[in-house]
């Protein structure tokens, strides 16, 4: 499988048994982001990404992140 990017920004390639993806966080909030922040916010993939990608791909409804 290529890289694939949907419209939307978000984007998918595989690397070796797993998959990488994101996409750009939406222009909110108060400024620009803390560069020392290596949080993972979860619900950004929950809520943004896993939807586009299933959508996308329909065998990725059933995939599950493993880590960050």
Known sequence: ?????????IYVRPE?????TGGAEPEEGDGPADPTD??????LFEEVIWP???TRIPAFE??????A
């Not at 070796?16 to 990488?20: D, E």
């Not at 059933?62 to 880590?67: G, L, V, Y």
């Open 38 to 43: 290596f949080e993972v916010d979860w619900p």
């Open 1 to 9: 499988m290529p890289l694939l990017v949907d419209p939307s920004g």
């Open 52 to 54: 586009v990608l299933a």
């Open 16 to 20: 070796g048994s797993v998959y990488l």
């Open 62 to 67: 059933a995939i599950k992140p493993t880590r």
